[in-house]
């Protein structure tokens, strides 16, 4: 079992070469000593781990599907590249669109029987598979390291908040559904489908159908292509074991979607991903009427006007890069007051100098605790080909290159495959017919925007057409708030970032970042059930026919 993190090493000290000076990233690593994989954490260990915890769920030399109400060895099973270091690891095992149907079938039948189930029985078993997860909670947070890459505090954290989220859904159910009172709140009229992400498994897959099962849906989840299949693996044999009405399914999304989001049976269709694929999920639901709650992806920009804090500057700065900035609520663009370029550019600079990157397990002695990094590996190589692409590209077309780092800052094992790393990027003033011009680019490639005027700042903040969040770093709070009011943004911070959040704390998005129903909080509850309206209740969120938000 990993020990809990502490310090694992010092950064470098060696300084890195600035805008545009420094070579293409280089195999060379430059560390004072040979580092070695923590002792106990290595794949086949982790896998074998599993395969003792859950044998219903997981086989030798595959993963199984959770269908028709138990583990089936149905689909295609296949090989995965583990962003770690390349090496594979069992893939998810793909079914078709007929199997697809027959599951969804099976959990329209489930949802009748569960949504009649009483809420103290509900609320027990989602309070076991809570209880269950935590037991293994240092697995589940292996798996997203090597799975997804992510470092060991930032594994544990998306195990911890999920749990954590869910007992205060528990804590507050009764009140969410109003029990007892005229406006008592009933679960859909079928399971909720969930098809989600790969960058945050539980703390936002996982958390969330935990909720839509304590309010009284069953649930039909399709696991991310990209990675979390093994760590979603595990906590759903953990929810079925403790009697929740789960499905758990691999696929390819063009293949089997059509049953995963038009099928009748389904009450709700949960989506989180990229604006292409939303958009064909929100056309295929167009004439459906059926719940819904699609986030997209935004261009989250933090603007700088008239600020001179900038120590405090430099600690949202490092924070941000956790995790390689892949996740909807990170903060890839800076809009800069031209006059306070230099003081954000010595800010900035010695922020990315310091950055901790590399193998999220590698130590230099075995009684080390696992390294305290900022970011591990993108998602796979193709995706750090694609940034670096943009990056050159951005540059071609007159962009100012700030910043290129250097994968040899980086802590690497010997030897090893380090494709799917990438270290921090930015370019100053990227063209406007660049490709992330308007969009986001999921990993660490910054840009920077400058401007002179508040107009100016305000264009360039909604470039994205919409955001989930946004901040300005200021020292007028009169301008921040005016400011604020008009940037496309669901959450503005003043700052400060703002984020997802936990428990109360409500999400959603403005213009294209967002479609139906908004969640967290009561607001998540209020988007898998009815009130006594019925399926004419007008909740919060953007609706092709009205936008209405509540306080955030």
Partial sequence: MPPPVGPGYSPNPTRHPRSGTSPRPSPIRRQSVTLALKPGTSWAETYARCVTVAP???????????????WRAVGTPGTHA????????????????????????????????????????????????????????????LLLVWEIGKPWRLACADVDRALDGV????????????????????????????????????????????????????????????????????????????GLPVTLLSGMGGQIADALIRDPRLGALAFVGGRSNGRKAATALADTGRRHFLEQEGLNCWGVWDFSQWDLLAGHLRKGFEYAKQRCTAYPRYVVQRELFPRFLSTYLSVVEGLRFGHPLAVESPDDPLPELDFGPVIHAAKAAELRGHFDAAVAGRGVPLHRGDLARGRFLPGQDTSAYLAPMCVLEPPANWALHHSEPFGPLDSVVLVDTEAELLAAMNAG??????????????????????????????????????????????????????VGGDLLVHAVTYGPEGPDEKLYGNFPDYSLYPAR
């Fill in 56 to 70: 219903e769920a997981f086989r030798d030399d595959r993963l199984l599907n959770l269908t028709l109400g138990a």
């Fill in 465 to 518: 057409n919409g955001s989930l969040v946004a901040s300005v770093a200021t020292d007028d709070a009169d301008f921040g708030a005016r400011v604020g009011e008009d940037l496309l943004a669901f959450k503005v911070g003043v700052n400060k970032p703002r984020s997802r959040g936990d428990r109360e704390e409500v999400f959603g998005g403005i213009g294209g970042s967002w479609k139906g129903a908004f």
């Fill in 82 to 141: 583990t962003p770690i270091d390349g090496s594979s690891i069992p893939g998810p095992p793909r079914i078709g669109i007929e199997e697809a149907r027959a599951a969804v079938a099976f959990a329209g039948e489930q949802h009748e029987e569960w949504s009649r189930v009483p809420l103290a029985e509900r609320k027990r078993r989602v309070g076991e598979a809570v209880e269950a997860m935590a037991a293994h909670r240092d697995l589940l947070a």
């Fill in 167 to 242: 007992r205060w859904y528990l804590e507050n159910i009764d009140r969410q559904l109003a029990v007892g009172t005229e406006a008592e709140r009933r679960a859909l009229p079928g399971p909720v489908s969930n098809i989600a992400s790969w960058n945050y498994p539980m703390s936002v897959q996982v958390h969330a159908e935990l909720v839509q099962l304590l309010a009284g849906n069953a649930v039909v989840a399709k696991t991310p292509s990209q990675g979390g299949f093994h760590c979603l693996t595990l906590a759903h044999a953990l929810m079925h074991r403790a």
